[in-house]
Nanobody, 118 residues
């Protein structure tokens, strides 16, 4: 079982920055993709950014150039630096781990609220 613990969410003014962190523990395995998702009321959960074991990244068009996803494999940590935040970024952000080898699994964090407002 893989457990994910998130931190770093909160209230920030438009144009400000936040850094989200996600700590993974348990039987994580050696090859797994980590990702950040977000969800707002009335909309489905959407993929914000993902990163593979070898640090290949993918971003949603809405956050390209503003968000940066990274991981620290020895420490099993996932980060997301969020700059130039907009009110439209307000959402609950979820950490996700998709295990591939030696076992396949999917794990989700509890979610952390990010609110961008003046």
């Amino acid at each position: 079982q893989v457990q994910l613990v998130e931190s770093g969410g909160g209230l920030v003014q438009p144009g400000g920055s936040l850094r989200l962190s996600c700590a993974a523990s348990g039987s994580i395995g050696d090859f797994y993709t980590m990702a950040w998702y977000r969800q707002v009321p009335g909309k489905q959960r959407e993929l914000v950014a993902s990163i593979t074991t070898s640090s290949s990244t993918n971003y949603a068009d809405s956050v390209k150039g503003r968000f940066t996803i990274s991981r620290d494999n020895p420490k099993n940590l996932l980060y997301q630096q969020m700059n130039s935040l907009k009110p439209e970024d307000t959402a609950v952000y979820y950490c996700n781990v998709n295990g591939r080898w030696p076992t396949q699994y999917e794990s989700w964090g509890q979610g952390t609220q990010v609110t961008v407002s003046s």
